[in-house]
């Protein structure tokens, strides 16, 4: 879903650079000039179908804020713009529920803008985690994160966070207080970090100025941070969204060592480890198969290597069509590998032979040129206890499968 943003800005050119800025994002934008357009505008339309509203803190109909008062009670949340960056402006505007004020100052202060617009927007997909004894502390706390989009969970023991971190994976960030109803913030701290890494999820810990002490014992036992009470709403988003881009970039850097560039399957080291814990847990049947492009030295020949690419690319489309449900590589040049737990030989051939007949069906068009292929395939049922010894055997399968003629499978 393409987001808008409801634009309520009087001044013609920071109409024009915020409309720019904001369309280089990919997000729609709809303007309203002054307060009373922007009424008319929300009378036709739902709010769920706005990420935030930008709104400047003076406009001809609405000289002192009115407008974000407008789109608090609208349930949008609210960036402000001010030509008035005087400390009073500042401290009116941080009183209410705004997501950040910008004081519109020079070009930099827009990089700003956009970097916030699309956190908010990615943070609709990002789950926090909030623990503490009272539910009003933690009330406050998810109103914050909640105008910031960000989705919010609420925990009041060590036993229910576990079970919320579990169940909801797009939770990255912990936010725990000491007192919880059973046992304490700390022992919480050291009781993720048994389940979770600091590389998997964030934990803040916070504590109020009567307890200084209680921070270092928060970053000793595997908090990544800490919140001193009160804390200011700037401080509170700056170290919240700190540490949710640290995970973020970790999963970038993941994902990247995870990944064959070409073909965006996932690579043989990661295929490994998967298929390695899989096995680890017992599974009562399982099937691996390995499989080669036949020929293909020749068609990187005939038709040159970045018509090869293209193939491998096109392969490696319809193994992730076709097997999306299994752990799949491409193993290195032009062999892939497939994993089949829990699945017997008859329904493992069924299943690969179906692929084999669509490799060997698919046209490949680049350059006027069509190209055809096929692959050949090993295949083994052999419950082994480690992954090298299947992928010997089906190596020997599709070895014999290479020099019974190629387009075929053979198992064990
Ligand atoms: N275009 C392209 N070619 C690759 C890539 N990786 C490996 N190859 C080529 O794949 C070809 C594999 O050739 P061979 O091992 O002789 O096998 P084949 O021609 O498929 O013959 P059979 O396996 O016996 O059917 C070599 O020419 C490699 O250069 C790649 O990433 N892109």
């Not at 169940?167 to 009781?191: H, P, R, S, Y």
């Not at 921070?215 to 009160?230: H, Q, T, V």
């Not at 995870?258 to 480890?273: A, I, M, V």
């Not at 051939?349 to 395939?377: G, H, M, W």
């Amino acid at each position: 879903m393409k987001y808008k943003i409801l634009l309520v800005e009087h001044d013609a050119a920071s109409l024009r650079v915020l409309k720019r800025i904001i369309g280089k994002i990919n997000l729609d934008v709809v303007v309203a000039t002054s307060l009373t357009e922007a009424k008319l505008i929300f009378e036709s339309s739902t709010p769920e179908s706005f990420l935030c509203a930008v709104v400047d803190y003076s406009l001809p109909d609405a000289l002192h804020g009115e407008a974000i008062d407008f789109a608090i009670a609208s349930f949008i949340p609210v960036i402000v713009l001010t030509s008035l960056p005087d400390d009073d402006v500042r401290k009116r505007i941080l009183s209410k529920a705004v997501v950040d004020y910008i004081p519109k100052q020079n070009r930099q202060v827009f990089e700003y803008l956009s970097r916030l617009l699309t956190r908010l927007e990615k943070n609709k997909k990002v789950g926090v985690l909030v623990v503490g004894k009272r539910p009003s502390s933690r009330n406050k706390v998810c109103e914050l994160l909640n105008r910031h989009n960000f989705e919010t969970f609420q925990a009041n023991n060590t036993h229910d966070a576990i079970e919320t971190l579990y169940e909801n994976n797009l939770i990255k960030l912990v936010i725990t207080e000491n007192e919880l109803k059973d046992e304490t913030g700390i022992e919480l701290v050291a009781a993720i970090r048994k389940e979770f890494s600091k590389e998997e999820v964030s934990i803040i810990g916070t504590s109020n100025l009567r307890q200084p002490a209680l921070l270092a014992k928060f970053i000793k036992s595997g908090a990544n941070d800490y919140l001193r009470e009160p804390y200011c709403h700037e401080e509170f988003f700056c170290r919240v969204v700190q540490n949710i881009e640290h995970i973020e970039q970790i999963d970038v850097i993941r994902k990247t060592a995870n990944t064959d560039y070409l073909t965006g399957l996932p690579n043989r080291r990661h295929f490994f480890e998967e298929v390695s814990s899989s096995i680890k847990r017992g599974l009562d049947s399982m099937c691996l198969a390995l499989m080669d492009l036949d020929h293909f030295k020749q068609i990187n020949d005939t038709h040159g290597h970045d018509c090869g690419d293209v193939v491998l690319k096109e392969v490696s489309k319809l193994m992730k069509k076709h097997f999306a449900a299994f752990p799949m590589s491409r193993f290195g040049g032009e062999e892939f590998c497939v994993f089949f737990p829990n699945m017997g030989k008859e329904q493992a051939i069924q299943t690969i032979d179906a692929f084999r007949l669509k490799v060997a069906d698919k046209k490949i068009r680049r350059k006027r040129q069509t190209i055809s292929c096929t692959v050949s395939i090993g295949l083994t049922a052999l419950n082994a206890d480690k992954i090298e010894l299947m992928l010997s055997q089906a190596d020997e399968c599709l070895y014999k499968a290479k020099s019974r003629g190629r387009n075929q499978i053979v198992s064990t």
